[in-house]
């Protein structure tokens, strides 16, 4: 192996149920429960980077010792499906949807999109939309009336924050592993991810 090699990121796809015993998957993209109205993907499984993943998992301990828990809506996305949400959005919603010509974090299995849950009655935490709301309600920016709903909001973003992810301005939802460029865009389908 040269050094240019032993200094690429470890690019292997972990499944987040492997490594996180009480995530709770929503996989919105293996329904017709999303934008698209379509299933997306083949099987309701989430994938990262194995830093992603550890790095989510340390973030889950710390909502954990809240009494809260992740709950994943996306995670790593194969590059194809990018391709289709781009071609099928309209132009003026496309400032939600990656632009398959720089790639998404989810193709790099950097991205996950997700929100909080009660783990005592598993009731979802409100928040200021539900996921992929094309709206302005959606951005960081947006002061919800319910200051409830922005201090979870606030909860999620700094101990993700914490734990090495950027929360995306425009979705209040999708948070990107810094330093994610190291990795590379991935289309592997799902059926041929082993970890």
């Known amino acids: 192996m040269t050094d240019e090699q032993s200094a690429l990121p470890d690019s292997n796809l972990v499944e987040l149920t492997s490594l996180i015993s009480d995530v709770h ?17 083949p099987s309701a499984r989430a994938f990262l980077v194995r830093e992603a993943a550890d790095a989510l998992r340390t973030a889950n301990d710390e909502f ?7 709950v994943v809506w996306d995670a790593y996305r194969p590059f194809s499906v990018t391709r289709q949400f781009w071609d099928q959005t309209r132009k003026d919603l496309r400032v939600f949807v990656a632009d398959p010509a720089k790639g998404s974090v989810h ?20 928040m200021p939309t539900d996921f992929d709301e094309f709206t302005h ?12 709903v922005s201090a979870h909001r606030e909860l999620l973003v700094r101990i993700m924050s914490n734990n090495g992810f950027d929360v995306n301005p425009r979705e209040w939802w999708h948070f990107n592993l810094r330093g994610n460029d190291r990795y590379p865009v991935l289309d592997v389908p799902f059926a041929e991810i082993t970890s």
């Open 25 to 41: 998957l929503d996989l919105r993209y293996a329904t017709v429960d999303n934008f698209m109205k379509r299933v997306m993907y």
């Open 64 to 70: 954990r010792a809240a009494g809260l828990g992740i």
């Open 107 to 126: 193709n790099r299995g950097c991205a996950v999109d997700i929100t909080l849950r009660e783990l005592s009655s598993g009731k979802y935490l409100t």
């Open 137 to 148: 309600r959606a951005f960081m920016e947006f002061v919800p009336d319910d200051p409830q």
